[in-house]
């Protein structure tokens, strides 16, 4: 079945412990991309990437680490989380990225930071 | 800057039509997309448009207007399932993606 998995689904951390959100596809899909889901803000890109090795900011990146060493791996690391990193994020891919291509969408990692 | 802007709340009721609507500016424009999204669950694709004009699928269309920045949702034959979030998207300048807030649909009986 193809499918974009994430892991944890839930996590609830504390102030500044190094955590990582791990995200595979398995559809051989070019393009990957974390956002974060708030109430009344909509989902805001963090991080995406266009290929292995290649990644870009979108407009949420501070505080966040990505890499894309495989392609159907796309990790998010928060290195010291903070409280207003509290949120649900989902990762997502896409057979080449948002030029004519859907994005198919993991089911979501709800975090908390106290 | 850049901003989509979409109704925050809809009312409607089964068997109708409804449609939301989406303006946006936004530096560049790979195309518009539509996602539905039901409580606790991932946006799921429903349309994309870009070229201007109206796309129809199934129960649903989707119009888009690049000169005026518009684009609208059609659903018609309303059904309780279809109470949800619609999420406007748009692919821009780059490889960039950026959302409205969504639009929550209540469908009543």
């Known amino acids: 079945e193809a499918q974009v998995t994430q892991n944890p689904r839930y996590l609830i951390t504390v102030t500044g412990k190094k955590l990582t959100v791990t995200c595979s596809q398995n559809m051989n899909h070019e393009y990957m991309s974390w956002y974060r889901q708030d109430p009344g803000l909509g989902l805001r890109q963090i991080y995406y990437?266009?290929?292995?090795?290649?990644?870009d900011k979108g407009d949420v990146p501070e505080g966040y680490k990505v890499s894309r060493k495989e392609k159907r791996n796309f990790p998010l690391i928060l290195e010291s989380p903070s409280p207003n990193q509290t949120s649900l994020y989902f990762c997502a891919s896409s057979l080449t990225g948002p030029r004519g291509n859907e994005q198919y969408f993991g089911p979501g990692t709800r975090l908390t930071v106290t | 800057g850049q901003n989509i802007d979409q109704p925050t709340e809809m009312t409607a009721t089964e068997g109708a039509i409804v449609q939301i609507n989406c303006t946006y500016q936004t530096s560049g424009f790979n195309g518009l997309f539509w996602y539905q999204q039901h409580a606790g669950e991932a946006p799921t694709f429903l349309s994309y448009n870009v070229l201007d004009g109206l796309e129809e699928k199934g129960r649903f269309s989707s119009f888009l207007s690049r000169s005026k920045g518009y684009s609208y949702l059609l659903l018609k034959e309303l059904q309780m399932k279809d109470s949800a979030s619609y999420l406007c998207a748009v692919g821009t300048g780059g490889f960039k993606t950026i959302f409205g807030a969504g639009t929550r649909l209540f469908v009543k009986a």
């Open positions: 990437s266009m290929n292995v090795e290649v990644t």
